[in-house]
């Protein structure tokens, strides 16, 4: 319904624009919202294949136990993925100035990586008295599946802020290569792993993803 409503407005601004003797970007708007709509969908797979693999291989109950170290992990994201917004509009604002945006796009990414890092070693060194706290002792065994992703996790920060400046200089495509690569490692090495290791084999898999993507 979202997208319909977003087309119509589009469409509508496209005629105004005609009626005024101006011309329109219609088709590089929608070539670069189908861009980013595809990255988002893939990388949104990425995040959650190995769940769907893990529930057909273990079980729900297992899956309870390594989406929960998951969500918890994820919550290191919060900045990045802050700062990921908020550089993209800077980068979009000022694409005249691609030297300055390059030099805030590595000042901003040196300062978040080493605040997730630290942000990471924080969240490793509680982990075993958090996570209990917040979701019972029966969660206990999702502990060292956190611990197994906080590493891939921590690095993906780099990725998370990257992808902002990517897409702020309108190139949006480079982000879906790298969502897609990054799926085609992890489904196998999902399968394999949770075969054999269970959910830590699972959250090996996943934090091998994400460093696969940022290297």
């Given amino acids: ?51 769907f693999i893990v529930n057909s291989f273990l079980g729900i109950a297992a899956l309870g136990l390594f989406q929960t170290a998951a969500t918890l992990g994820q919550v290191l994201w919060l900045v990045p993925g802050a700062a990921a917004s908020l550089l993209f509009s800077t980068v979009a604002a000022n694409s005249s100035n691609p030297k300055k945006n390059a030099d805030d796009t590595a000042l901003i990414a040196r300062f978040i990586f080493w605040f997730t890092i630290c942000a990471a070693i924080l969240l490793a060194a509680i982990s075993s008295i958090l996570l209990p706290i917040l979701y019972g002792y029966a969660f206990r065994e999702s502990i060292t599946p956190l611990l ?23 190139k949006p495509h480079i982000n879906v290569i790298i969502s897609i690569v990054s799926l085609m490692s992890i489904i196998p090495i999902s399968i394999i792993f949770i075969h054999f290791w269970g959910i830590k084999g699972a959250a090996i898999a996943n934090s091998l993803s994400y460093i696969i993507s940022t290297v």
């Fill in 1 to 51: 319904l979202t997208g319909f409503i977003s087309l119509y407005l589009i469409k509508k601004a496209k005629r105004v624009s005609n009626n005024n003797g101006t011309t329109t970007k219609l088709p590089i708007v929608l070539k670069y919202s189908a861009s980013c709509a595809l990255g988002t969908t893939v990388q949104f797979l990425n995040y959650r294949i190995s769940t």
């Fill in 148 to 170: 197994i992703l906080i590493p891939g996790i921590a690095i993906f920060s780099l990725t998370t802020v990257l992808a902002g400046h990517i897409a702020g200089i309108g």
